[in-house]
């Protein structure tokens, strides 16, 4: 039996996830998870180093330079769903319940990040979004800079490749909650340090881990379940899409007629061959049989203008 809710409820108990880094019963140190993901999601230490320039200190020019100095760390970005597979997503969500359980027992000794520091761009505001990465880096050690929309004008002020420049210069990561879905591709191409996609107007990475984690603690999987979106196909939709591409599971989005998910998403959701995909405009006939019922706002920031009209369109959706 399926409950509805606001993204992503299940029967009978309320939203948990807050958080972006969940958290857990101890581990060893010696975890290889890390070193898969070593880019965006609680890296140990070691394989997150801190990226000052290098000075050289030589007295001769005839000797070699250190091994470690043509070493360059490779860096990983969280932008999409789809950039990672099956194995490493799920790896994410494991590693995010033992690390929320052991952060819920009052054990604070897991500090991945101390003495890291992570910007955060908002150029698009959010109070859960603020809350959740800003109290998630801290409770594990590290130090979040929050950067609003009169601080950073992407693209205006600044352009995004010298903005991307000089934050990775300062600080171990990047998150941007941004409009346009160009701007953290380029956050992303001239940064030095990993970009975390805290949300774009194409998608939302983060909000889907979170409420997939949701549905793995109450139900207890996320390969095969029915998930249900009904509403506006928006970037949530699209990120489920593109978690669907990589994670088996049952996606339906339901949808009033002009408000579908962008095609090619669609298409790269079906061609890929993982999971059953249905976009419909009947969300009576979508819900039944779901795990999961899922929705979101009808009209997103940016689009209040159109608030009046969207109620009437989607009369019956709620």
Not at 166 to 185: C, E, K, P, T, W
């Amino acid at each position: 039996m399926a409950a509805a809710c606001s993204h992503s409820t299940i029967p009978s108990h309320k939203h948990s996830l807050s958080t972006h880094f969940y958290s857990t019963k101890s581990l060893p140190r010696s975890v290889k998870f890390f070193g898969d993901v070593s880019g965006f999601a609680l890296p140990t230490p070691s394989r997150f180093p801190l990226r000052f320039p290098s000075i050289s200190c030589q007295t001769s020019a005839t000797s070699p330079p250190s091994l470690a100095s043509k070493v360059k760390t490779e860096k990983k970005d969280f932008l999409h769903l789809s950039d990672f597979d099956k194995s490493t997503l799920l790896k994410i969500l494991d590693r995010a319940v033992e690390v929320k359980a052991q952060l819920k027992s009052g054990d604070r000794s897991f500090l991945p990040f101390k003495g890291k520091t992570m910007a955060m761009i908002f150029a698009k505001p959010s109070m859960r979004t603020r809350v959740s990465f800003e109290t998630g880096f801290f409770l594990l050690g590290g130090h979040a800079i929050y950067l609003g929309p009169d601080t950073i004008q992407m693209g205006k002020r600044e352009e995004t490749r010298d903005i991307a420049r000089v934050l990775s210069r300062y600080n171990d990561v990047i998150m941007a909650r941004v409009f346009g879905h160009q701007d953290i591709l380029d956050l992303a191409k001239y940064s030095t340090v990993p970009v975390i996609n805290g949300l774009t107007d194409y998608n939302h990475p983060c909000q889907v881990m979170a409420d997939a984690l949701t549905m793995i603690e109450h139900i207890g999987k996320l390969e095969g379940i029915k998930v249900v979106y009904v509403g506006d196909g928006n970037n949530m939709v699209h990120s489920w899409l593109l978690l669907a591409s990589v994670v088996p599971l049952h996606f339906v989005c339901a949808c009033p007629k002009g408000f579908e998910p962008d095609k090619n998403t669609v298409e790269k959701a079906r061609q890929a061959g993982v999971s059953k995909i249905e976009i419909t405009h009947d969300p009576k006939e979508a819900v039944k049989g779901a795990d999961v019922v899922y929705s979101d706002v009808w009209a997103s920031m940016g689009q209040k203008e159109e608030a009046d009209y969207r109620r009437q369109v989607f009369q019956g959706f709620q």
